[in-house]
């Protein structure tokens, strides 16, 4: 590496910064304040680089010993195929005239650095096993220091404790301090000479003995100690592990414990600074938000080694306050309700700005993790300070949720940055929102409110329509189903049930005239989905207050528009449903009436079946697109006239069914000509069955033989007679 042709960029050995290579002594790092970091990064790159050709020159010597090896093996093996053909065959160089050809020479093995397709398969060595440690990972030598430096500070507490009384306060004074100065030196000590495990265990013990010592001269009243509170002297115990860790530190850069120490030390500190008086909500929630800050300053200046205890005391803290401040807004008066949300979304956005701007590598979805916790708290602080307006307050955290929904589901369409790191966020905030909202109104029975919010969402559904194609179809039938639900919340409050049944069929009627306009579209089948679904809920609320008329028109409206639809869209079943919608509608309003002649509810029962068989009346089979509808229109009104007799419905009922036996006959229609002469043939021994009996017994003795003798004497004619009329009925369609 010639550092002198031109500057060339190195890493400093412990923080990673980077640094300028020089071949000598050079500046220290800015960062960890490393001597001589520049040359120190730069004797380490050469090592680095002269360990990687060292390892490629190992890989290629591997390569070649294994391809010579295999090269052997292969020689050693005679080839059996070559040996069986030698049998078979003669000898060419016996044969008369043949020239033999020189043999090849087997071409020796190169020896070099050159890689010979390598077969790892052959000679290759068996896995060391990994050596195992005690709990998980933990060395002999760490189990040693860390149960000496336990053993060494209970001691230090067993003799406070014990032995405190029995020496003078000289000796007892002298004695902890040159203890824990001891241990402080010889963990300096340690590290100076590379023992980085054994200055670790030692600094933590220092550190232990430290503050055993300042308890002790409270205890005996040195200096004063015994006369401070008991906060004030825990904030100077924590300012003198501080100092201490701190000033240690600059001597020992490679021990850890002093710095994490200073900074364990200096989490609590800032809220025993609070006064008693102070000690409120809002305060203690700015003064955890502020230790979030400044361990968020300290993993920005300090080594990466202590970014990340720095990164999780931020990360705590942070958690911690957003957490008491969402609390405290929903808990407090208005004001503390208030100051606390502002102070959980300063917190919230800075928090996300910090995640992302941080170091920290290690934490892959900690920026994700970050928003969505930011997101979720702050939503949740909000509704608390907006729920202290009341019911305003709660509708608008609902108008809240449904703003952020939209904007999440119109993400859909954005960039995948934006996506990836804003919808799952505004999602659950949405979700939170929304639910408290429904949650509390329904609670307090707010309906009119509750139908606002639907109305709303109706809104918002119709807009997301518009913007994205692939979710129309869903989106337009929600937001005809929200406007029902709308309007069944006004009826709970506001509306009778006959006005909420019209407002749902005239809804649904809409729907169903957009869904025609909009024929093979995505969103059609899902717009006469959901108008359906409306249009059907409209009956049962009106006929909850026996407003049958009303019910009929109703049911009529909705009947109308699925059969506009059906005919439109070509959809047979929505054609069917429209069919006996209407039906049923006018069998409503027939009863409603007190109407009784049958002919009102039969008669719009086969006019809806003929409508329904369509193309079919000439297609297909009579039976299956004439038969339901001559029935239901005939028999009734058949059965009817046999139980009371009437001129004039005798009279329809004779023509009718002789017009379709006549039109059976003429189109060739084996349901129409069948049915018609069925109910001619009941209408005439109806009317003639009671003459017969008038008749004097010899006449009816005299018709009957002359009957038996024509039909003697015509047999074999009226017989076939018969088979062609039979065949003849058969043969009709």
């Known amino acids: 590496m010639n550092t002198s042709a031109s500057p060339v960029t190195v890493a400093c050995p412990t923080c990673a910064t980077p640094m300028f290579a020089v071949a000598g002594p050079g500046p220290a790092c800015p960062t960890c304040g490393l001597p001589a970091a520049g040359h120190a990064g730069y004797v380490v790159a050469r090592i680095e680089a002269t360990l990687v050709e060292f390892r490629s020159d190992r890989d290629r010597l591997l390569d070649s010993l294994r391809a010579l090896a295999t090269a052997d093996r292969r020689a050693a093996q005679p080839d059996t195929a070559a040996t069986e053909a030698s049998v078979a065959e003669p000898d060419p160089d016996l044969v008369p005239g043949h020239h033999p050809r020189p043999s090849p020479q087997l071409a020796a093995p190169v020896i ?180 979030s800050a400044f361990n968020v300053t300290v993993v920005r200046g300090t080594a990466a080694r202590l970014a990340g205890t720095a990164t999780g005391f931020a990360g705590l803290w942070w958690g911690g306050g957003t957490v008491l401040g969402t609390v405290n807004a929903w808990s407090g008066s208005y004001v503390e309700s208030t100051l606390c949300t502002l102070l959980v979304a300063v917190a919230a956005g800075a928090g996300v700005r910090a995640a992302r701007s941080a170091r920290l590598e290690r934490f892959g979805r900690l920026p994700v993790m970050s928003d969505v916790w930011a997101g979720t708290v702050v939503t949740i602080a909000l509704c608390g300070t907006l729920q202290q307006f009341g019911t305003v307050g709660m509708l608008l955290t609902g108008v809240l949720g449904l703003g952020l929904l939209t904007f999440a589901v119109m993400l859909r369409g954005a960039t995948a940055a934006a996506r990836e790191r804003l919808s799952i966020p505004a999602s659950i905030s949405a979700v939170i929102a929304t639910g408290l909202a429904v949650a509390q109104l329904t609670e307090g029975r707010d309906w009119i409110e509750l139908a606002v919010l639907a109305m709303l969402a109706a809104v918002c559904s119709v807009s997301v329509a518009v913007r994205d194609r692939t979710i129309r179809g869903p989106a337009a039938a929600l937001a005809v189903v929200l406007a029902g639900v709308a309007v069944l919340l006004l009826v ?240 009709l369609r």
């Open 492 to 731: 709970a409050d506001v509306l009778t049930a006959p006005q909420g049944g019209w407002f749902l069929a005239i809804l649904a009627a809409s729907a169903l005239g957009l869904a025609s306009t909009r024929v093979h579209q995505v969103e059609e089948r899902w717009l006469a989905g959901a108008a359906t679904i409306v249009g059907l809920t409209a009956g049962p609320l009106t006929a909850t207050s026996f407003a049958w008329g009303q019910l009929a028109i109703q049911l009529s409206v909705t009947g109308a528009a699925l059969l506009a639809y059906g005919r439109a869209a070509t959809n047979r079943p929505a054609t069917l449903v429209g069919l006996a919608d209407l039906v049923v509608a006018g069998w409503i309003g027939a009863a409603g009436l007190s109407v009784t002649t049958p002919e009102v509810y039969t008669l719009p029962a086969a006019f809806a079946l003929l409508l329904a068989s369509g193309p079919g009346l000439r297609t297909a089979p009579s039976w299956s697109a004439w038969g339901a509808p001559l029935l239901v229109g005939l028999v009734p009104s058949t059965v009817l006239v046999l139980d009371q007799p009437d001129a004039l419905r005798l009279v329809l009922i004779a023509l009718v069914a002789t017009a379709c036996a006549v039109g059976g006959t003429i189109t060739h229609r084996q349901a129409p000509f069948v049915i018609g002469l069925g109910v001619l043939a009941t209408l005439a021994v109806s009317e003639l069955g009671p003459y017969a009996t008038l008749l004097p017994r010899w006449i009816s003795l005299g018709l009957a033989g002359i009957v038996l003798l024509a039909v003697g004497a015509t047999y074999e004619r009226r017989r076939a007679q018969a088979r062609e009329a039979v065949a003849w009925v058969s043969g």
């Open 112 to 291: 070099g650095w050159a890689p010979v397709s390598p077969d790892p398969a052959v000679f290759e060595p068996p896995p060391r096993p990994a050596r195992r440690r005690l709990f998980h990972g933990l060395s002999p030598q760490q189990l040693l220091l860390g149960t000496g430096a336990v053993l060494l500070v209970s001691a230090a507490i067993a003799f406070v404790a014990v032995a405190w009384g029995s020496l003078g306060l000289v000796v007892q004074a002298t004695t902890l301090v040159v203890l824990t100065g001891s241990v402080c030196a010889a963990s300096v000590l340690a590290a100076r000479r590379g023992l980085r495990t054994t200055g670790e265990a030692l600094a933590m013990a220092g550190l232990a003995l430290l503050v055993v010592d300042l308890v002790a001269a409270r205890t005996k009243g040195v200096a004063g100690l015994d006369q401070l509170a008991g906060r004030a002297h825990a904030a100077l115990t924590l300012c003198a592990v501080i100092a201490v860790g701190l000033a240690l530190h600059r001597i020992a850069r490679t021990t850890l414990t002093w710095p994490i120490g200073a900074l364990v030390a200096t989490q609590p500190l800032a809220f025993l600074a609070l006064p008693e008086a102070a000690r409120v909500p809002v305060p203690l929630v700015a003064t955890a938000l502020l230790v």
